[in-house]
């Protein structure tokens, strides 16, 4: 399972202990750092080299259930990207697989919304079912929330 963690400030032990706690299995944990936190997490499928599935999270996230659960819910649509919650990108699940997209320049400095714009007019792009796994702070049924 990949996991890349959009980190600003040094602030991602928290999501890397939790991973640590609720995962199974191998985990292959890849922090993205510097500036354009906002393009890189788009060019997670070019990390990947175009091989199997990875989720982005923003490190100012904290995980109270196994990822798996997460990976699990990728479904095989023919759809790229997967954010957990509509029109909101700290947390999404990539198809690498699927990558159709145009090669990634990291020092493009772009907002979100103008590569969500992009891939839905692709179509490579499938918004959020999943709210649990992105929640803006700790619930009962969170499974991955805002912590800090």
């Not at 982005?56 to 649509?77: G, H, R, T, W």
């Not at 023919?78 to 690498?96: K, N, Q, S, W």
């Not at 499938?126 to 800090?148: S, V």
Request: aromatic letters at 12%.
């Amino acid at each position: 399972m990949r996991v890349f963690i959009g980190a600003v400030d040094d602030n991602e032990q928290r999501l890397i202990k939790s991973i640590e706690r609720y995962c199974q299995g191998m985990i292959d944990i890849n922090i993205l750092r510097g500036g354009n936190i906002g393009a890189k997490k788009f060019a997670v499928p070019d990390f990947c080299v175009g091989e199997g599935r990875a989720v982005y999270i923003d490190s100012n996230y904290v995980l109270n259930a196994d990822l798996q659960e997460l990976f699990d819910l990728i479904p095989k649509d023919g759809i790229d990207i997967h954010p957990a919650l509509a029109y909101r990108t700290e947390v999404m699940m990539f198809d690498c697989s699927k990558k159709t997209c145009f090669t990634y320049d990291c020092n493009q400095n772009a907002p979100d919304t103008a590569f969500v714009q992009y891939y839905m007019e692709k179509k490579v792009i499938c918004f959020g079912r999943w709210p649990e796994w992105n929640r803006d702070r700790l619930t009962d049924d969170a499974k991955l929330y805002r912590g800090g």
